[in-house]
């Protein structure tokens, strides 16, 4: 398995990651590093560990934020999709209507043309 070295916070750790997955790794590292040194900023040299606890905080209630928006959006979805489905149903019923009533009508149109036909 491969080993990278990340750096968060000018402290570099190694490690060990499955095969392909090493950019992924550091762009994630990338995204905790920045939240440390944002922190970091605001407080001060407040400790590692505290500095790592308070960035996965705030990284796992961004991931929260994202994951209720993800499930409003979802059953948004699905209220357009049954919306949609009730439409169609609405559409077919009506395209079936539309084509008696234009059978009915062609119908009584033949009738009529076959008795002045007849009369003539």
Do not use: W
Request: aromatic letters at 4%; one cysteine or more.
């Amino acid at each position: 398995m491969p080993e990278i070295v990340v750096n968060i916070n000018d402290q570099d750790y190694a490690i060990v990651c499955d095969p392909g997955e090493e950019n992924h790794l550091k762009q994630l590292s990338s995204r905790i590093d920045f939240k440390v040194r944002e922190l970091t900023k605001r407080f001060g040299k407040i400790g590692e560990t505290r500095l790592m606890v308070m960035a996965s905080l705030l990284i796992a209630d961004e991931i929260h934020d994202l994951n209720q928006k993800l499930s409003s959006n979802l059953t948004k979805i699905e209220e357009l999709q049954t919306s949609i489905s009730s439409k169609e149903r609405i559409l077919d019923q009506q395209q079936m209507e539309s084509q008696k009533y234009i059978e009915s009508n062609n119908e009584k149109l033949t009738d009529l043309l076959s008795k002045l036909s007849q009369a003539s």
